[in-house]
Each structure stands twice: as structure tokens, then as C-alpha cells.
């Protein structure tokens, strides 16, 4: 699965941004297709994931009511939309898809298909 990131980019505290991340498939009939972020120095943390299937959305506790995800299965993408945005917000985001199963799907580990990441700087 080739996955394409798009969308970064550089903006100032309070502000918005839009990714994008488009799949060249969907490999299982039920995906998490996730976003996850890495800032310097930093561990990789789930940011937010939506299920191909059924739609559900999963962002992360503290982006809750500045961060949304949404999909468009027929483009095979997904998108983060990130309003509000702080300083703290700066890190490199990436994109991942992997089997829907029991485990968290903010499990960085779990997923084995990336994009090759997308920088956003809030300053």
C-alpha cells in the first residue's frame, strides 16, 4: 500500500490547516487509516484514525474539539482537518492504515504501511 501525504505546511498560532492522505488501496475490508505525529525528540503519538467501513472516528483525548478526521472512500482519502492550532501542534504527521482488530488503533507499532510524513510548523 502506497500511502501519499499532503497538506503541511507552516502557520501561525491560532490557525488552520488541512491534510490530506490518499491510499493507492484499501488492503483489508476494514482499515484504520490514522494519523499519527512525531515531534523532535518526541515518540510517535496516535493523533486521530477513522474505520474504512463502518466510519467510526477515534481522535486522540487531548485534540478533541480542534482536530477532525474524515474520509472519502471512493478517493481512497482521508483528511485532518487541525484548527486552533499551537505551538505544541509542530511535529511531522504521518499517515497509516492497517487491519481494524482489537488492539488500540493509536498502537504506532501495529501499523506497517506509513506515508512518508508531512511537516507542520505553528509558530
Known amino acids: 500500500v502506497q500511502l501519499v501525504e499532503s497538506g503541511g505546511g507552516s502557520v501561525q498560532a491560532g490557525g488552520s490547516l488541512r491534510l ?3 491510499a493507492s488501496e484499501y488492503p ?5 487509516f490514522a494519523w499519527f505525529r512525531q515531534a523532535p525528540g518526541k515518540e510517535r ?12 472516528t477515534y481522535v486522540s483525548f487531548d485534540l478533541k474539539g480542534r482536530f477532525a478526521i474524515s474520509a ?5 482519502t482521508m483528511y485532518l ?15 497509516a ?3 481494524v482488530d482489537d488492539r488500540y488503533w493509536g498502537e504506532a ?5 506509513w506515508g512518508q510524513g508531512t511537516q507542520v510548523t505553528v509558530s
Open 81 to 95: 482537518q487541525m484548527n486552533s492550532l499551537k505551538p505544541e501542534d509542530t511535529a511531522v504527521y504521518y499517515c
Open 20 to 22: 490530506s492522505c490518499t
Open 97 to 99: 492504515i492497517r487491519r
Open 28 to 32: 483489508y475490508s476494514d482499515n484504520y
Open 72 to 76: 472519502d472512500n471512493a478517493e481512497n
Open 45 to 56: 503519538e496516535g493523533v486521530a484514525a477513522i474505520s474504512t467501513r463502518g466510519g467510526d
Open 109 to 113: 507499532a501495529a501499523y506497517r504501511s
